[in-house]
């Protein structure tokens, strides 16, 4: 199993927002990180030629950005899933992973620093964030067998401007 990571693109000012009074989990991505994530997506689908499932967060910033995606890949459906809000333990994404086909190639849009936590949680199985996502980052970790703990291996991890360089 492959296991795309991607956080979710440049969203709006979390400060200004919620002073707003409005609840931090509505808060959606600015104008220009829509653009730049539609070119992160073009550079991503030339690093991950294709993507069987896309899951995201249920916020919507990574709803957003799922859906970006969701157009550059062809991609009808987009899962929400609780396992991958920012309070959740990566545990709860592999738990689920691991009901999916082995082979697939599988997407999910998430927050730092839970995905960073994500990535190392696969790789050496501790959830101190070892790695570092910057907004519409992404990173491939592949599994030989049953997605677990400590067992991932890294293939790349990419930031934004690395992604869109490689969508020219």
């Not at 104008?31 to 994530?37: C, E, P, Y």
């Not at 690093?47 to 069987?52: G, L």
Request: one cysteine or more; glycine letters at 8%; charged letters at 25%.
């Amino acid at each position: 199993m492959y296991l795309l990571v991607i956080r979710h693109a440049i969203a709006e000012d979390r400060d200004a927002f919620v002073a707003t009074g409005a609840d931090d989990d509505d808060r959606p991505l600015t104008a220009i990180g829509k653009r730049r994530m539609r070119r992160n997506a073009e550079g991503l689908r030339r690093a991950a030629t294709h993507i069987e499932l896309l899951a995201a967060s249920p916020l919507v910033r990574a709803q957003q950005t799922a859906r970006i995606l969701a157009d550059e890949f062809h991609l009808r459906d987009v899962e929400t899933l609780d396992a991958l809000r920012p309070d959740a333990h990566p545990r709860e994404l592999l738990t689920w992973l691991g009901k999916q086909p082995a082979d697939a190639t599988v997407a999910v849009v998430g927050h730092e620093p839970h995905v960073g936590a994500l990535v190392s949680w696969c790789l050496a199985g501790v959830v101190t964030a070892a790695v570092t996502f910057k907004k519409g980052g992404a990173a491939l970790v592949e599994f030989d067998r049953k997605p677990a703990a400590g067992r991932g291996a890294l293939h790349w991890l990419l930031t934004p401007g690395q992604l869109r360089a490689l969508a020219e």
